[in-house]
């Protein structure tokens, strides 16, 4: 087991995958933690690594390096089987650099139609999580975690960002994460299952 550090700078600038990690974390360690935003003079991260786990690190790292503190970082995805693992860790920018959510909805649901993936059993695809967690002295701890699913013919749902409107998780109730309350996505999410890894991982 790793210690826990008084005070935690957020690698991630997505204010939606924040809130995210904000919820878990106070849920396992309550204010025993100070969970610290990413500071807005600390330059974006290129996120050049072929893999989550290079992309987690790279950004945790930088953003330890910069402010002193241990840095939790991120890096996640949606992997389609009929798209040969796509979007993968282009997920945020599947559409290009600056694509929106439904930019990258849009295109994904397109190239299932391109490739004749009509059928469920034909759109199986999975979410994956890696957080780093990285100590200024140069520790590191790391946290995986992944759910299964299908991506539905249409997006379903308000709730959640990214690809939420069109994952249909198989431990759900036949519904989309985004059709889901934070609590339920949580409780199965690849996030939910890779901060509860890291969380089992650090000693209070």
């Given at each position: 087991?790793?210690?826990?550090?008084?005070?935690?700078?957020?690698?991630?600038?997505?204010?939606?995958?924040?809130?995210?990690?904000?919820?878990?974390?106070?849920?396992?360690?309550?204010d025993?933690?100070?969970?610290?935003p990413r500071?807005?003079?600390v330059?974006?991260?290129?996120?050049d690594?072929?893999?989550?786990?290079?992309?987690?690190?790279?950004?945790?790292?930088?953003?330890?390096?910069a402010?002193?503190?241990?840095?939790?970082?991120?890096?996640?995805?949606?992997?389609?089987?009929?798209?040969?693992?796509?979007?993968?860790?282009?997920?945020?920018?599947?559409?290009?650099?600056?694509?929106?959510?439904l930019?990258?909805?849009?295109?994904?649901?397109?190239?299932?139609?391109?490739?004749?993936?009509?059928?469920?059993?034909?759109?199986?695809?999975?979410?994956?999580?890696?957080?780093?967690?990285?100590?200024?002295?140069?520790?590191?701890?790391?946290a995986?975690?992944?759910?299964?699913?299908?991506?539905?013919?249409?997006?379903?749902?308000?709730?959640?960002?990214?690809?939420?409107?069109?994952?249909?998780?198989?431990e759900?109730?036949?519904?989309t994460?985004?059709?889901?309350?934070?609590?339920?996505?949580h409780?199965?999410?690849?996030r939910?299952?890779?901060?509860?890894?890291?969380?089992?991982?650090?000693?209070?």
């Amino acid at each position: 087991m790793a210690p826990l550090p008084d005070r935690i700078v957020l690698a991630s600038a997505n204010p939606k995958k924040v809130a995210e990690i904000r919820d878990l974390l106070a849920a396992a360690f309550g204010d025993a933690v100070e969970l610290v935003p990413r500071p807005d003079d600390v330059p974006e991260v290129v996120e050049d690594a072929p893999d989550f786990v290079g992309n987690a690190r790279l950004k945790a790292v930088a953003l330890c390096e910069a402010t002193g503190l241990a840095a939790l970082a991120d890096d996640s995805g949606l992997e389609v089987d009929a798209l040969g693992g796509e979007p993968g860790v282009r997920s945020a920018r599947y559409a290009g650099d600056d694509a929106t959510d439904l930019d990258n909805v849009d295109l994904l649901l397109n190239e299932l139609l391109r490739q004749g993936a009509v059928d469920r059993d034909d759109r199986t695809a999975r979410f994956r999580c890696v957080l780093v967690l990285r100590y200024p002295d140069g520790r590191e701890v790391v946290a995986k975690g992944h759910v299964e699913g299908w991506i539905t013919g249409a997006r379903h749902g308000s709730n959640g960002f990214g690809y939420d409107p069109v994952f249909q998780p198989v431990e759900g109730t036949g519904t989309t994460f985004a059709q889901m309350s934070p609590e339920k996505k949580h409780a199965i999410s690849h996030r939910g299952r890779a901060l509860a890894t890291l969380v089992a991982k650090l000693r209070p």
